[in-house]
């Protein structure tokens, strides 16, 4: 059974920087996309970025909200993501969850995934 852990949220000045995790268990996600997305009370979930199974290739979120301040990457090796905030504001509050899925059965980068964890919480104080 795969299970994702994420891990690394927490409460933060704004300005200030976090380092999110997000570990795989339970097969070989080596052909798996892998991303992360946030979601803030009241709000729809919200891509955030992916990282293609080689590490090649990485997409960020269409607005400006995240490019330039926001870096996903993966080690296969410990079958864990990463998301480093930067610069972080407060609009950046919201729960963080990462999820994984084959890049077969993805229509496109933002979707749809797979499997997903439980998410991890990042504040952003002003």
């Known amino acids: 059974q795969v299970q994702l852990v994420e891990s690394g949220g927490g409460l933060v000045q704004a300005g200030g920087s976090l380092r999110l995790s997000c570990a795989a268990s339970?097969?070989?996600?080596?052909?798996?996309?892998m991303a992360w997305f946030r979601r803030t009370p009241g709000k729809a979930r919200e891509f955030v970025a992916a990282?293609?199974?080689?590490?090649?290739?990485?997409?960020?979120a269409d607005s400006d909200s995240v490019k330039g301040r926001f870096t996903i990457s993966r080690d296969n090796a410990k079958n864990t993501v990463y998301l480093q905030l930067n610069s972080l504001k407060p609009e950046d509050t919201a729960v963080y969850y990462c999820?994984?899925?084959?890049?077969?059965?993805?229509?496109?980068?933002?979707?749809?995934?797979?499997?997903w964890g439980q998410g991890t919480q990042v504040t952003v104080s002003s």
């Open positions: 339970g097969r070989t996600f080596g052909t798996y996309y």
């Open positions: 999820a994984v899925a084959p890049a077969a059965g993805l229509q496109n980068y933002k979707g749809p995934y797979l499997y």
């Open positions: 990282i293609s199974w080689s590490g090649g290739r990485t997409y960020y």
